[in-house]
């Protein structure tokens, strides 16, 4: 007989079915308990929450494991390319040569954006946040795709937004750049590779031959298979939840790019440098700081530490820890705030507040550090996660639509007044 739990109520008990996932994590099926008993579930913040059966993304945050569709993380961020990586979230295999070299083609050939976008991104401000640019232009597209709009188009329509979507990130990330400086776009060229391509148009100037630093390259390519996806984390669970109203790909990803912004989430990253550089100008006491974390009565968190899900070292944050270290020597690059970060690392883990909450460094612990040597300016790291999350999203949407999801609505413990009789006091 299959696994049941129990859950009694005022005296009667009510069995509900537990199911198992692939990897051994168990969950109560609690769909019919409001049916069956009038009540609900009440869990602020979903920390114990599964909202869908997904085969896109495994971790075991207790263990520091992270696998795509089964394949370790280690072993794709040192053999695969990001466009695999996509490939394989998206698609759910690995592609063959054939197949690869299509849906490379494919992007190659949808890398460049429609000139009218332009003049929307002429309409912001140059010190417009990039992150809002992003997600404003993302949507846009609904604009230019507006068969992308239809909750009922083919297979091979939402392919095309799909393709549409992953060539054009770029070129937006790098346009909304270029845009914050004042300066002209630059467009595609499709004979470098994805990565090669985002650098040529984020650092080339019209003054000057630009020639791509395979070491940035292929840093760059490493951070943002680590970033791909993530399971069901605020942004895509977002992505999801729009999606699940049957939403546009390009709305829901739009969706996903904001929630992605705020400091708790993707924002950490800037906020990490952010700190590590305040850290080095208040003269570079770790303590110090470590204790500020630790004071309930200081608002101080410190950024790129803590994870709802890890309670372990990411496995993200190991890779890129190495990867600093490789970088900054490859380039050449000194960066102090690297030595503040390790001791600030060092003096965390060993403080008995960190270890007993199982605070460990989080992916963007270091990657700032990273982007910042490959030349990205600060207020560009979010927007570097979101263009390394994509695909993450991307293959969260297509999986909901395939699964046929319904519409995600969760409910809610009301605790407002009740009964008021109206009393006029303002004039209509
Ligand atoms: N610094 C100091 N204390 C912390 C930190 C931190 N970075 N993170 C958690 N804590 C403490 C909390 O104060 C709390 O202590 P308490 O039990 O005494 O009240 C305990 O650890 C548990 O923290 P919660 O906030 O309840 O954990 P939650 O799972 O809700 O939050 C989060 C996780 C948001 C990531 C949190 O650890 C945090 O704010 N970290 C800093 C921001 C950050 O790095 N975000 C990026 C996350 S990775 C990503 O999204 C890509």
Same mark, same amino acid.
């Given at each position: 007989?299959?696994?049941?739990?129990?859950?009694?109520?005022?005296?009667?008990?009510?069995?509900?079915?537990?199911?198992?996932?692939?990897?051994?994590?168990?969950?109560?099926?609690?769909?019919?308990?409001?049916?069956?008993?009038? #009540?609900?579930?009440?869990? *602020?913040?979903?920390?114990?929450?599964?909202?869908? @059966?997904?085969?896109?993304?495994?971790?075991?945050?207790?263990?520091?494991?992270?696998?795509?569709? &089964?394949?370790?993380?280690?072993?794709?961020?040192?053999?695969?390319?990001?466009?695999?990586?996509?490939?394989?979230? *998206?698609? &759910?295999?690995?592609?063959?040569?054939?197949?690869?070299?299509?849906?490379?083609?494919?992007?190659?050939?949808?890398?460049?954006? #429609?000139?009218?976008?332009?003049?929307?991104?002429? &309409?912001?401000?140059?010190?417009?946040?990039?992150?809002?640019?992003?997600?404003?232009?993302?949507?846009?597209?609904?604009?230019?795709?507006?068969?992308?709009?239809?909750?009922?188009?083919?297979?091979?329509?939402?392919?095309?937004?799909? %393709?549409?979507?992953?060539?054009?990130?770029?070129?937006?990330?790098?346009?909304?750049?270029? @845009?914050?400086?004042?300066?002209?776009?630059?467009?595609?060229?499709?004979?470098?590779?994805?990565?090669?391509?985002?650098?040529?148009?984020?650092?080339?100037?019209?003054?000057?031959?630009?020639?791509?630093?395979?070491?940035?390259?292929?840093?760059?390519?490493?951070?943002?298979?680590?970033?791909?996806?993530?399971?069901?984390?605020?942004?895509?669970?977002?992505?999801?939840?729009?999606?699940?109203?049957?939403?546009?790909?390009?709305?829901?990803?739009?969706?996903?790019?904001?929630?992605?912004?705020?400091?708790?989430?993707? &924002?950490?990253?800037?906020?990490?440098?952010?700190?590590?550089?305040? /850290?080095?100008?208040?003269?570079?006491?770790?303590?110090?700081?470590?204790?500020?974390?630790?004071?309930?009565?200081?608002?101080?968190?410190?950024?790129? !530490?803590?994870?709802?899900?890890?309670?372990?070292?990411?496995?993200?944050?190991?890779?890129?820890?190495?990867?600093?270290?490789? /970088?900054?020597?490859?380039?050449?690059?000194?960066?102090?705030?690297?030595?503040?970060?390790?001791?600030?690392?060092?003096?965390?883990?060993?403080?008995?507040?960190?270890?007993?909450?199982?605070?460990?460094?989080?992916?963007?612990?270091?990657?700032? *550090?990273?982007?910042?040597?490959?030349? %990205?300016?600060?207020?560009? !790291?979010?927007?570097?996660?979101?263009?390394?999350?994509?695909?993450?999203?991307?293959?969260?949407?297509?999986?909901?639509?395939?699964?046929?999801?319904?519409?995600?609505?969760?409910?809610?413990i009301y605790t407002g007044e009740t009964d008021r009789d109206?009393?006029?006091?303002?004039?209509?």
């Amino acid at each position: 007989m299959s696994k049941q739990a129990e859950i009694i109520i005022e005296g009667k008990s009510y069995q509900f079915p537990v199911i198992e996932g692939t990897e051994n994590e168990k969950a109560i099926d609690i769909s019919k308990l409001r049916d069956l008993t009038g #009540h609900i579930t009440y869990d *602020i913040g979903y920390k114990n929450t599964g909202v869908t @059966k997904s085969a896109i993304t495994y971790l075991d945050g207790e263990e520091g494991i992270l696998k795509y569709r &089964g394949y370790p993380i280690e072993q794709l961020a040192e053999k695969s390319s990001f466009l695999e990586v996509a490939y394989l979230l *998206i698609y &759910g295999k690995l592609p063959t040569a054939e197949q690869f070299k299509n849906f490379d083609t494919s992007i190659d050939r949808h890398s460049m954006i #429609h000139e009218d976008v332009k003049k929307i991104l002429d &309409g912001f401000p140059s010190y417009a946040h990039p992150m809002g640019v992003l997600s404003s232009l993302v949507c846009s597209l609904t604009a230019f795709y507006p068969e992308s709009l239809d909750p009922n188009q083919t297979e091979e329509q939402v392919d095309n937004s799909i %393709i549409r979507l992953i060539a054009k990130m770029p070129t937006m990330v790098a346009w909304a750049y270029k @845009k914050s400086k004042g300066r002209p776009v630059n467009y595609p060229i499709n004979d470098l590779d994805y990565c090669s391509n985002f650098l040529h148009m984020m650092f080339a100037n019209p003054t000057e031959k630009y020639i791509v630093d395979p070491v940035v390259s292929a840093a760059l390519n490493t951070l943002l298979i680590l970033h791909a996806d993530h399971e069901q984390n605020c942004s895509t669970s977002t992505v999801r939840i729009v999606g699940s109203s049957q939403a546009s790909l390009f709305g829901s990803v739009s969706a996903g790019i904001n929630a992605l912004w705020g400091p708790l989430h993707g &924002g950490a990253n800037q906020e990490v440098i952010e700190m590590l550089d305040a /850290i080095k100008a208040d003269g570079g006491d770790v303590q110090k700081w470590v204790a500020k974390a630790k004071d309930k009565n200081d608002p101080f968190r410190l950024m790129g !530490f803590g994870h709802r899900v890890y309670k372990n070292f990411d496995p993200r944050a190991r890779i890129i820890k190495k990867a600093c270290d490789d /970088i900054l020597g490859k380039l050449g690059v000194s960066d102090p705030v690297l030595d503040i970060a390790k001791e600030l690392e060092h003096a965390a883990l060993t403080d008995q507040y960190f270890v007993e909450r199982k605070l460990y460094p989080n992916v963007d612990f270091y990657s700032g *550090i990273i982007y910042r040597a490959l030349g %990205i300016p600060v207020n560009m !790291f979010t927007v570097m996660f979101a263009l390394g999350r994509l695909p993450g999203w991307i293959a969260q949407w297509k999986e909901l639509r395939e699964n046929k999801e319904p519409i995600g609505r969760p409910r809610q413990i009301y605790t407002g007044e009740t009964d008021r009789d109206y009393v006029e006091m303002n004039k209509r």
